[in-house]
């Protein structure tokens, strides 16, 4: 897109799911007339509520690549082992012929996009400003099948699937070079500084501001922290 950078978040599922009502007898689901259900995941907040706009399915499926189910992300363009999007009616076929399973998909509701000005901002800009990463090739297996460990939102899993989503999160960053901290515009480091007058870390504060910020507009839950200690 000329005018913006478009992504999506991937570790914050929500309370819904996506259900599939499978036809015939190949699925490696199991039998005809199983339903089988996907968790749904907020990828941000534009086009969530919007019927016209489609979810995202995205999968790194050696053999669903090979099948031509999907097409690579641009960002990745000549890298086979990236991530790969596709369709619903995609994915739907791909299940109904058993070629593949609900667990080889990250389904996705929403989108964020980054304004771009005059050739720069965008996704570019908020790297440079410090508020990104880029993931290392080495890490996005890793970080997917932990991103898979996640499971539709509940009360009851609550705490699971933001741990899932926090161990996700570090792992992306595991093999981020650490000379980017010394060129990045961002001179803050999150485990060592703390909240003003406080003794507590700023990873925490974050950490803790993403989890009621969860609990309020996913599952419609807050608990409120003290800070004051």
Sequence with gaps: ????????ILNLPTADVYKLHLKGGHSRESVSGKTIEVPIRYGGPSGRTDKDQPRLWFHINTELKKNGIGRRLLTQEGDDEGIYVCTESEAEEALQLGV???NDFLLVQGFCAWEKESNSGGMFG???SGNFEQVSKNSVCQ?????????????????????YGFQAWEEGGADINQDYYEHSSRKVDFNQDHVFDSNVPLSRLADDALSAWVKIFLLGNAEYYDYLM
Excluded: H, R, Y
């Excluded at 897109?1 to 999506?8: A, C, L, T, W």
């Excluded at 970080?143 to 741990?163: A, M």
């Design 1 to 8: 897109d000329p005018d913006n950078s478009i992504g999506v």
């Design 143 to 163: 970080v997917w099948n932990i991103l898979k460990l996640q499971s539709c939102l509940t009360d009851e899993k609550f705490s699971e699937n933001i741990g």
């Design 126 to 128: 908020q790297v440079v």
């Design 100 to 102: 593949a399973s609900a």
